[in-house]
């Protein structure tokens, strides 16, 4: 039987060429350290931190940080809020905002103060404040009713003024000694007390801050009487002094009759004009939160809290310069936000 022969050839194999994938392109993103950017970018980056967080954390990273946090063009803009509740004594919160102060230099010239401004700190403020253009100063601690005639002595400046009480001789001398004033802002709580009979002296009482805005400030542009108790005879007197008016905030106003010839002369004169029953929720700051703060001394048991009298004397990074790993990280988190 025939055998059969082997081939010695093999077989030759079969291989299939398969690309290699293509391969994306990485660039290697360069590290940024904050710690290198040029000074006048990092005052606008810590402007934005806000004081609070800037005087406990920013200027204990390190002493470049720290030298930054010291310059007068840091502290220009100044704006600061406690917020409800007896989480810490107002104390706290005054000796930092008098610290912003003194690095500004006299150079502020925005100012606000929520929750915790009492009649000392307002003192001490204006007189280092001489070039103030806007100030704000609402849910004082303790009565500041009609002390702000002497503060506004000191402040020539002025263009914006927001506050949560005033009295009629306190608008009188904001026309007197702020002729560049255009914008006010006053949020007081309506006394039904005053609408409480229709005699003549209760009318004038009821329309008093009006008659005395249309009076004494006549520049103005901008007014915010959000729940004052005016009736119609305060508005005209507004309407009538206030020639340059653009923009007038009437919300809670409820003691005004809007029905005939002077809600349409508001509507003619008047570009931005607000009515008392338009939405108020988004106004951060009516007398509803003021009533929050409970100037109770028994919820503050640290009235002679002194923990931020020693800033400009302490050091939260060694002898050497090197950054507070811990204060930097907390901040870079932040920065990161900036890109």
């Known amino acids: 039987m025939p055998t059969k022969l082997k081939s010695n050839r093999r077989r ?29 970018l990092m005052v606008n980056i810590l402007q934005r931190v806000g004081v609070i967080e800037v005087l406990e954390n920013a200027q204990k990273v390190c002493t470049a940080w720290r030298e930054i946090c010291k ?19 107002p104390t706290a919160y005054q000796k930092m905002c008098k610290l912003a102060v003194d690095r500004s230099q006299g150079q502020v010239v925005d100012l606000t103060i929520i929750g915790f401004c009492d009649e000392e700190l307002l003192e001490y403020v204006v007189d280092r404040s ?18 702000w005639a002497e503060a506004l002595k000191k402040l020539p400046l002025l ?10 001789e306190d608008i009188e001398a904001a026309g007197l000694y702020c002729p560049s004033l255009k914008k006010l802002k006053v949020n007081q709580e ?55 008016l ?23 004169q008047i570009k ?7 939405p108020h929720e988004e106004h951060p700051h009516t007398c509803e939160m003021c009533d929050l703060f409970d100037d109770s001394d028994d919820e503050y048991p640290y009235d002679e809290y002194d923990g931020y009298s020693d800033y400009d004397d302490y050091t939260a990074y060694d002898n050497d310069g090197s950054p507070d790993l811990e204060n930097l990280s907390d901040m870079l988190a932040f920065m990161a936000m900036f890109g």
């Open 246 to 268: 653009e923009s007038l905030d009437l919300r809670r106003c409820f003691y005004l009759d809007l029905k005939g010839d002077l809600g349409k002369r508001c509507s003619q």
């Open 159 to 168: 263009e914006e003024l927001s506050l949560g009480e005033i009295s009629p």
């Open 272 to 278: 931005d004009l607000k009515l008392p029953h338009d």
């Open 190 to 244: 309506v006394n039904e007390l005053w609408v409480g009979n229709d005699g003549e002296e209760s009318i004038l009482i009821q329309n008093e801050m009006a008659l005395v805005i249309g009076k004494n400030l006549p520049q103005l542009t901008h007014l915010e009487l959000i729940e004052n108790s005016m009736s119609n005879l305060g508005l005209q007197a507004i309407l009538d002094g206030c020639c340059h």
């Open 130 to 147: 001489s070039q103030l253009k806007r100030l704000e100063i609402l849910c004082c601690w303790g009565d500041m009713y009609g002390i």
């Open 71 to 89: 310059d007068p063009a840091m502290w220009r803009v100044i704006h600061m809020q406690k917020f409800p509740g007896p989480r810490e004594s």
């Open 12 to 40: 030759s194999k079969r291989f299939r060429f398969v690309p290699k994938p293509k391969q994306e392109l990485r660039v290697k993103q360069p590290t940024r350290n904050w710690l290198e950017l040029p000074s006048d």
